[in-house]
């Protein structure tokens, strides 16, 4: 119950602040210091170390998640053509017989707590056969699949776990047996900080990885109508962290001087449901868009399947969020042609690691002020918006699409 309360959604997620953001070490301390936090995070070790990748067969890679597949494309597609990988896909949530085992963190800390379970023997009858074909498992998402996973002595098979982002203000990654992990994957280096605040074993065990997100970013570059130019864009604004009102407040700044800024919102509509602070939010944004949508300067775009297409039609691309572990939306705004702005995340700002030191200096702002003035400059002319567009898009191409970051994943993959 109290590991619930302390990941509660309000808390973290459904606010523009969080209790972890000025030191999340500190907000879990009195967790960590309890004898059964102590207990469930205690490594328990592995017999024999992961063995080295076979030489006469090729590698058989198990990737696995509960649920959420959206950064797992590029990568099941690579090394599913590659002759010299074999490669199983589990989705824990799929089979109706054993999903209720996946999803119940209470059990696991039972088990854990009390050394041994007939839970605790249903996921060795379970994933045993997996571990004993795979070479290695490559397990995306820090939470229930990796907890299961590391439930039980993993043999010689290499354990991977990619931690994306919100797993760190959850109970799951603390019930992760990382001595039983080889290594684990953050999209950035601001996430690593964070997760290793919160979970220093993962500094005496694992090996740490910084590796961006798989982005195929080759279909976004196309041709933009000269009015973009006057067009912000944001992909993903249906969270209070995604915070669309700070690129609202840009809008408006950019209005008072020039009446063709307009602003779409590209993906679902914003969800008030979850708790009574983010319908709290939902009204101040309901108020803002009855404003400004019969003015024509807001339009909501909706969901789509083609969002390069969406992007076409936009000239700056904004990352208005409180936090991001990378801000796929935002780069692949970039990748199109649009000037990026972004937000400097307050909750990395002024540490070591955060937007300033993942995207290039120039992009990041720290107030709507300084936002707006940096798109003022950015589409004084048509040409000069293009020029800066287009340097965006190089650099998005160069430093992230796919065609590059592949290389990382195949040393993390095959080199070792």
Known sequence: MAWSLSSNR????????????????????????????????????????AAP????????????RLINDNFLSEILERYRAMPNVEVRF????????????????????????????SYGAKIEEWLRPH????DTVFVDWCQAAAVLFTLHDPGSTRIIVR??????????????????VDDVVFVSDHLRDLAT???????????????DNAMDLQRYPRSKPADARFNLGMVGFSSVAKDPRWTIEVLRKLRERDERYRLTLIGSNFNDR?????????????????????LGAVRRYGQTDDVPAALQEVGVIVSSSVRESFHCGLVEGAASGAVPVVRDWPFFAGKPHGARTLFPADWVAESPAEAAERIFAATATEEQWREIGQAAAEHALKIWDWSVTQSGFDRLLLDD
């Not at 490594?43 to 170390?49: I, K, M, Q, S, Y």
């Not at 990748?53 to 696995?64: F, I």
């Not at 009574?276 to 868009?289: E, I, S, V």
Request: proline content about 9%.
């Open 10 to 49: 309000v808390l973290h997620f459904d606010r523009l602040t969080s209790p972890m953001s000025t030191d999340p070490g500190a907000f879990v301390a009195t967790f960590r210091a309890s004898t059964a936090a102590r207990k469930l995070s205690q490594p328990r070790g592995r017999r024999t170390p």
């Open 53 to 64: 990748a076979p030489t006469d067969r090729p590698l058989r890679l198990l990737v696995t």
């Open 90 to 117: 589990l989705d824990l949530h799929e089979d109706e017989v054993t999903r209720p085992l996946a999803l119940s963190g209470s059990t696991v800390m039972e088990h854990l707590l009390a050394g041994d379970s």
């Open 131 to 134: 571990l004993d074909w795979a």
């Open 163 to 180: 931690l994306h982002s919100f797993e760190a203000f959850s109970f799951w990654p603390h019930l992760v047996d990382f001595s039983r």
């Open 197 to 211: 605040a919160v979970l220093p074993q993962l500094t005496d065990g694992p090996r740490l990885r910084v590796i």
């Open 274 to 294: 979850t708790s009574k602070p983010a319908k709290d939010y939902g009204k101040l944004l309901n108020q803002d868009l009855a404003e400004l949508e019969p």
